[in-house]
């Protein structure tokens, strides 16, 4: 039996995550989600990622936006906004139920690891998923306009329109890899990067304590969020412009340099093939547009295969 | 320009507050809310008795239950379920907003009379409503079957089920009134008490530190919560006989003595009139029922008028 471990961000890699699950079981895949993108937001400790990543695989996700409940409704917010309380994050009335039942959790001294737990069954996830840490670290983005910004209001209150001058993990250095989560990357033989934003979604999992030298061990294979040098959701495009850097997928590539032997980006982009292979790292070009559920399962099988056949040679 | 201070608890006090609020303007009538059914839920700081008068005053509150929200959902209440998450208080979507934003500014360090402050000018209440202490008091129902339980689960969860023994005010020997209070009921010329559960709705009120000792000065009339031996809503009838007290106007006009010169009982109760007169209190009969918007008028002008007159004396 293969193990493997994915490390996801929000919409792009829940996405992909799903692909996954439909592929493997249980015992197989584990997803390992960023937390950099937390916060507390009117007395509620929300995790955004996690949120999304398990909203997917339980097949409750808005599949308009990717993000958020199937059906929601927004009556809570709708009187907050009323009654003068901040209304720029996104509150669903289904996503609130959410948010109040792990906030309680918390406060009764669960980890943030168990609480997703619990939660995931409650919604019928079955894989595990795994918070990237039980420790607060806390993405905050540096920006010419509006100075330092924790991540939500950066992308959520700010529509991710400050220029980046750069992000920093608030906490890292005392965060570390849960049991669950040191254990599953560990145990498992391939660690797939899902297409989510490296600058603010990856980086943060990477940066955490012990991954680098485990990710040295395994077979790890990133997937493009870049296409055609856009992003299909997020502002990671933009981000590589501000720091300087053309948005391109060997772009990401470059930036995972030395962690991982496979890359797998769109065939739009398959003239950065050969920059990619001056890196060391395997390119392979697919249709990584994931419109679809039909297309978010082939994604993922081409990437497992692709990972499997690199894991040989 | 005469000063009124309407002492209220939950749907009962919320509906003569709505009608002296029709007669008497802002600057002649203030509402001292108990706050001893407040608790945490979920995390959420959530005071049942002001809220309801707050909704009540602001033409918001549902006319069937005379609690909560007209036109509300529970979205988030069952999806909460859903979630194995506590569902015996009734969150509902609107609701909801105002017990989060209540939170997060009591969480910013405003008190609870600046937070209701700040909520009734949002939700467009004209009069001033006070919680009657900054302090946190709890009311404590001992049951037979349950032992002690905090208020809100003797009276939702458990649905005023179990036996009362006793009540306790958990924190009133530190809990005083709020500069605010204190101000207003030393101001008024007339205190009406209203037809609320003398045992955990005005009880708490009054047993803080100075109350009695000012209304001691005061014109001070009660409407009678029991009818016919009966409570239109709530157990203060039941708990009543459980602490061997048949269930009566002439009852609760007792349990006022020395602290109310005159009492309105309903004419259903007329034959109480001799046994509240043998106490030393001025009995006046009407129609207490407040079926509709008119009646809570009438009641409130009639007992105005009342008050005046024994004033006077």
Avoid at 145 to 158: A, D, H, I, N, S
Avoid at 220 to 240: L, Q
């Amino acid at each position: 039996m293969k193990k493997v471990v994915a490390l996801a961000g929000g919409v792009g890699g829940a996405k992909l995550a799903w692909g996954l699950a439909q592929i493997l079981s249980k015992d197989e895949l584990t997803i390992i989600v960023n937390t950099g993108d937390d916060f507390t937001h009117l007395g509620l400790d929300i995790s955004p990622d996690v949120d999304t990543v398990c909203y997917t695989l339980a097949n409750l996700a808005n599949p308009e936006t990717g993000w958020g409940r199937q059906g929601e409704s927004w009556n809570c917010l709708g009187e907050l906004k009323e009654l003068g309380g901040p209304d720029w994050f996104n509150l669903g009335d289904l996503d609130l139920a959410l948010h109040l039942e792990r906030t309680f959790l918390l406060q009764q001294g669960w980890s943030l690891t168990a609480a997703t737990k619990y939660l995931c069954e409650k919604m019928g996830v079955v894989h595990v998923v795994l918070p990237m840490s039980d420790q607060q670290v806390r993405t905050l983005v540096s920006t010419v306009e509006r100075g330092v910004l924790p991540f939500q209001e950066y992308f959520v209150k700010y529509h991710c329109e400050p220029t980046m001058t750069g992000v920093q993990f608030q906490g890292i250095e005392s965060a570390f890899l849960s049991e669950q989560a040191s254990t599953a990357l560990k145990e498992c033989d391939i660690v797939i990067i899902c297409p989510s934003n490296p600058w603010v979604s990856i980086s943060p999992i990477i940066e955490i304590k012990d991954v680098k030298s485990i990710l040295s061990t395994k077979t790890v294979v990133a997937v493009s969020p870049i296409i055609g040098g856009k992003t299909v959701k997020g502002p990671a495009a933009k981000m590589y412009a501000e720091m300087g850097i053309v948005p391109s997928a060997a772009a990401v590539a470059e930036q995972y340099e030395r962690l991982i032997q496979g890359f797998v980006l769109d065939i739009v982009d398959e003239d950065q093939m050969q920059q990619i292979r001056q890196c060391g790292i395997i390119p392979f070009a697919v249709n990584t547009l994931m419109s679809d559920n039909s297309t978010r399962e082939k994604l993922a099988r081409e990437t497992l295969d692709f990972a499997e056949r690199i894991k040989k040679v």
